[in-house]
């Protein structure tokens, strides 16, 4: 390889990533303060509201973070809430979408697109899944299994009273389990529950901000300069053709990397998409399966592995075919 080439590619790395790095702090720390504002709240909103759970976990998924779709994936374990609400949830999560898009700063327009569509077909499908359940009669037995939940992730909240529960459920122990299956599932700083006890609330927003800006700015520089080096030995004309004349692939492709169980599978797709490398409906299917933890979550916390797959597989496929969707007629 050309070292001057290389050199080339990481200095323009360097200066693009080192330019971001304030925008995304600052990002950061708000989404943390809405984050620890809301947190608890959506939580019971979401619990509650019943047949309309596809439009109120739509709504919250929106808002830029990544523990609502694993708060989902958990509550939906323990029969909580419906399939149509955690898929809605992880349809509209917004993830590392909008820092990206901050951080950039000349794509407003298109981020604000991007989610509203991305909660309007979450919200959409949601509805449509849950109405198919019921239709075919495999919703459950309307009962929480927050006990069964529990039992699984050894939390021993089993034993504590239950409450205003007929069916003899602990629904008191579920912020214990939602903890729990958080701690054991994500393995980065979402744990503020547990973390608001040892300092400030503003001392925590401001460490976990930075945590943040460190993970994504990394995930960038590595992704940046990856993809500069093929850009610039390829050659952008070669790339755009085979991107241009293979929607469907890239639309495929584009929509596994959003599975991958990560915040940053949404850092690469926004990245890629602001780059000009991936056109707007690869893009959108691959923001639209993209829920952060949450289906990791899923997997540890549901029993059921048939299911898990069937909801997966169903996600994706919603994304492929809204990316196709919107490559014609966008």
Same mark, same amino acid.
């Given at each position: 390889?050309?070292?001057?080439?290389?050199?080339?590619?990481?200095? &323009?790395?360097?200066?693009?990533?080192?330019?971001?790095?304030? %925008?995304?702090?600052?990002?950061?720390?708000?989404?943390?303060?809405?984050?620890?504002?809301?947190?608890?709240?959506?939580? =019971?909103? *979401?619990?509650?509201?019943?047949?309309?759970?596809?439009?109120?976990?739509?709504?919250?998924?929106?808002?830029?973070?990544?523990? %609502?779709?694993?708060?989902?994936?958990?509550?939906?374990?323990? =029969? *909580?809430?419906?399939?149509?609400?955690?898929?809605?949830?992880?349809?509209?999560? /917004?993830?590392?979408?909008?820092?990206?898009? %901050?951080?950039?700063?000349?794509?407003?327009?298109?981020?604000?697109?991007?989610?509203?569509?991305?909660?309007?077909?979450?919200? #959409?499908?949601?509805?449509?899944?849950?109405? @198919?359940?019921?239709?075919?009669?495999?919703?459950?037995?309307?009962?929480?299994?927050?006990?069964?939940?529990?039992?699984?992730?050894?939390?021993?909240?089993?034993?504590?009273?239950?409450? &205003?529960?007929?069916?003899?459920?602990?629904?008191?122990?579920?912020? &214990?389990?939602?903890?729990?299956?958080? /701690?054991?599932? !994500?393995?980065?700083?979402?744990?503020?529950?547990?973390?608001?006890?040892?300092?400030?609330?503003?001392? !925590?927003?401001?460490?976990?901000?930075?945590?943040?800006?460190?993970?994504?700015?990394?995930?960038?520089?590595?992704?940046? %300069?990856?993809?500069?080096?093929?850009?610039?030995?390829?050659?952008? &004309?070669?790339?755009? /053709?085979?991107?241009?004349?293979?929607?469907?692939?890239?639309?495929?492709?584009?929509?596994?990397?959003?599975?991958?169980?990560?915040? #940053?599978?949404?850092?690469?797709? #926004?990245?890629?998409?602001?780059?000009?490398?991936?056109? @707007?409906?690869?893009?959108?299917?691959?923001?639209?399966? /993209?829920?952060?933890?949450?289906?990791?979550?899923?997997?540890?916390?549901?029993?059921?592995?048939?299911?898990? @797959?069937?909801?997966? @597989?169903? *996600?994706?496929?919603?994304?492929?075919?809204?990316?196709?969707?919107?490559?014609?007629?966008?």
């Amino acid at each position: 390889m050309d070292m001057e080439l290389f050199l080339d590619v990481l200095m &323009d790395t360097v200066k693009d990533t080192l330019t971001l790095i304030p %925008f995304l702090f600052v990002t950061y720390v708000a989404m943390e303060a809405i984050e620890h504002s809301a947190e608890g709240r959506a939580e =019971r909103i *979401i619990r509650r509201a019943g047949v309309a759970g596809p439009a109120v976990g739509g709504l919250f998924g929106a808002i830029p973070q990544c523990g %609502f779709s694993a708060m989902a994936a958990t509550l939906y374990a323990g =029969r *909580i809430i419906t399939a149509g609400t955690l898929v809605a949830v992880i349809l509209s999560t /917004s993830d590392e979408l909008i820092p990206v898009f %901050f951080a950039h700063g000349s794509h407003m327009g298109e981020l604000v697109w991007i989610i509203v569509a991305k909660v309007l077909i979450g919200m #959409a499908v949601g509805f449509a899944a849950d109405a @198919v359940l019921r239709a075919l009669h495999r919703t459950g037995d309307g009962h929480p299994h927050i006990r069964e939940l529990c039992q699984r992730a050894h939390c021993h909240c089993g034993d504590m009273d239950t409450v &205003d529960n007929p069916a003899g459920h602990d629904v008191s122990a579920h912020a &214990d389990t939602v903890a729990s299956a958080h /701690s054991h599932s !994500h393995g980065h700083p979402h744990e503020h529950a547990h973390e608001h006890t040892h300092g400030s609330r503003w001392w !925590h927003i401001l460490r976990s901000a930075l945590v943040h800006t460190a993970q994504v700015t990394v995930f960038i520089a590595v992704i940046t %300069f990856a993809f500069g080096l093929v850009i610039e030995t390829a050659g952008h &004309d070669v790339i755009a /053709s085979v991107l241009d004349a293979q929607p469907m692939v890239a639309t495929m492709l584009s929509a596994l990397v959003g599975l991958v169980p990560n915040c #940053a599978a949404s850092v690469l797709i #926004a990245e890629l998409y602001l780059e000009g490398t991936l056109g @707007v409906g690869p893009m959108l299917a691959g923001l639209l399966v /993209s829920g952060g933890m949450g289906l990791l979550v899923l997997f540890r916390t549901n029993y059921d592995l048939r299911q898990n @797959v069937i909801i997966a @597989v169903f *996600i994706y496929l919603v994304g492929v075919i809204c990316g196709l969707a919107a490559t014609l007629v966008i």
